[in-house]
């Protein structure tokens, strides 16, 4: 095997190229990137003598299946929904295929004709999912294996910004797709807690976060994600009592966020007709019903909002600029639209701006008659608004898990996402080189927990 | 013009297929009524001597084209989103288009080819849209005729059990769409308040309802429609500054509904995922978090609501069974179906059961120096629960307009709403017949309002 083709070169292509390319000198392979725009696949490849960069519009199947064919292993970063098509290609002409998305309902179903035909289809391969995952199930097979009974996983992740580039209110700052941000949790969260389930609606969500301690950070706060119960399955753990998956966020974000929901900014299904020549301050008026009393409408958001005039919330709220007279400018939009809008601004990376993630695994188990609890906590910063922590952690996994298919060291076949050991090993133990390394802290429990 | 089609033998095709069969004795058409179900269409149609039922896959382009090629005027009361494909056969066979459905983009492109073949394609011919349209814009035109400045309209209507047959602690009874009933509201409700633009979030929906009193009949509770500044432009009242569509129902229904979207019952967007085996103890269960102290579930919810043990609302709850040990019994149902399936059964008509439409105008006007305000109200109330005011009021008014069409009548042609005094003044008239009066009440406005 010597031909990589990776399809798309954007935002989170970079680390996956570096990588990929610089293994190639030592293994003699070739790597061809692919993108619709082929100036941004040139500038990713450079003048690398191992890399070729070429334009690829991917709904031209022709095209799409001349560069599949000349592959040995492809890596999709399309958008999720585009995935299948490269899949139902890699099954036909019998290429391995890599992606760090969500293994959909479609690309399960292709399980039993990968495994036929020997191909390796590893989906979930980035940071989250991906690194999660790895680093979640290496721990847990380590606890079963020396005889201890889970009681209790709890996962969170948060991709957040550096302390020392942390220069607003909110102490937050896009570092991935935000759109996802401005409609996070809208559904209904679920979760296991000692045998019960747990059912969050969206407008309880932000109110019910819990709060976490990373040592040297201080407190963060999580809210629940909406799909903890499925993690059951895929870890093998179906009667494990209690689950939880949840993201990161700095301290106040949530009660601030929470404030954004409650006036009605986050609705993404009904465009608002005139917002086109509304200002951000009548937005807000308009918010405001009857029963609201008198005052500005700051005071008047204030009040309904349970706030005092200057509270931690009415500061993140004035910073944003929700109470200027600033015209919105975009027609027809929902509330969310308008609210991306305004945050992209806002929440933007500087140059210089460093991202950070931080997961969190807790493991409770039980062993030898104690109580015991691990947790496990990973922090990374980025370098620049470029050469993300996010990317990063997004891209390098993947391009470990390519030379390992490269060198044939991978034997499961089939439609997989990477929790089995002969792939969490050896992904983990490279990506220590590249930072990620877990801060393990076990303890045992008091008797009454 | 000889031949009627009617598309669709359901619901809301009873009071119209026996008013057509009833006026084609008189003026000796043929009434065809195609169905997918033919049984459900012939007994519509019964032994009458000028019907015919047929069967009719809808998706079946030759068969549908058959049909549409033999008739004069076309009713489609097909789902809303199949009209389009009927309205295309009737502009390629010239043939004029009828239905009770919001009129799509989609339609509403095809004016100008429907007006060059001189067709009358007339959407939004029933209750609400239709009724609704035809009695607000006879008496816009009214005021505006003799020289008033209108200064406000509010419209609100409602789909009700009729005092006699209300049984039950929320006094309602689903008498059309259960699935709208349970979605209402989801989105930003908008409208204008002297010349403000108020929007309303789904949070705060129900809770921000307003009250009218029926003559007769008491308080009911009025909830915002989600789109009541589009009608601004539909009836040519574009610097109108206030408008306000809204939903009737009766006294103490917004609370209790608003305590089960507090809950989080109404979210339709994403499975529970293990619904199947819950009861509905267990799921109100499921939805309390941390903070909700001790005691019984019930009693921990009536806490979270900030509702006392016996208060309405609980006792509304208590009545739809959601603290008792049944098991829900549906597969990965989001909590909106649960609720759904719960409530057909607990708000199902009886046979007997009459429902009872309520349809109230508010019209604020200046004239001569004063200010004035009339309003106008349509009681209305069904016979049993097949023979509803709802089909009824549905039915009709397609009825007359068919017949209307027939004899020549109408010389708007294009894709219309039913807004021109040359279709209101006939409709309504004949409407008289068949119960719709509308009973005024105006009077002059204390000067500071």
Known sequence: MKNILIIGAGRSATALINYVLKQSESFGWFVTVADANPELAISKVGSHPQGRATWLDVTKVNDRRELIERADVVVSLLPAHLHIEVAYDCIRLKKHLITASYVSKEMYRLGDEARNRELIFMGEMGLDPGI????????????????????AFRSYTGGLIAPESDDNPWHYKFTWNPRNVVLAGQGTAQYLEKGKYKYIPYNRLFEQYRTINVEGLGDFEVYANRDSLLYREVYGLG??????????????FCDAWNALIKIGLTDGSYPILESKDLTYHSLMEAYLG?????????????????????????????????FRNKRIGIERATPALILEN????????????????????????????????VTSTLVLEGNDSVDTAMSKLVGVPMGIFVKLVMQGKIKETGVNIPVMKQVYDPVLEELKEHGVVFKEVERVMPADA
Chains 1, 2 share one sequence.
Not at 240 to 245: K, V
């Open 290 to 322: 009857p029963r609201e009393g008198t005052g500005s409408v700051r005071e008047r958001i204030a009040d309904f909002l349970g706030e005092t005039p200057f509270s931690p919330v009415m500061r993140k709220l004035d910073w944003l600029g929700l």
């Open 132 to 151: 999660d995952h790895m680093s979640a199930k290496q721990k847990i097979d380590e606890i079963i294996a020396k005889g201890g009974t889970l009681k």
């Open 239 to 252: 009667d494990l009592p209690s689950i939880l998956r949840g993201t990161i966020r700095n301290a106040g």
């Open 342 to 373: 305004l945050l992209l601004e806002k929440w933007k990376l500087k140059p210089e701006d460093k991202d950070m993630i931080i997961m969190r695994h807790e493991f409770e188990y039980e062993m030898d008659g104690e109580n015991r609890e």
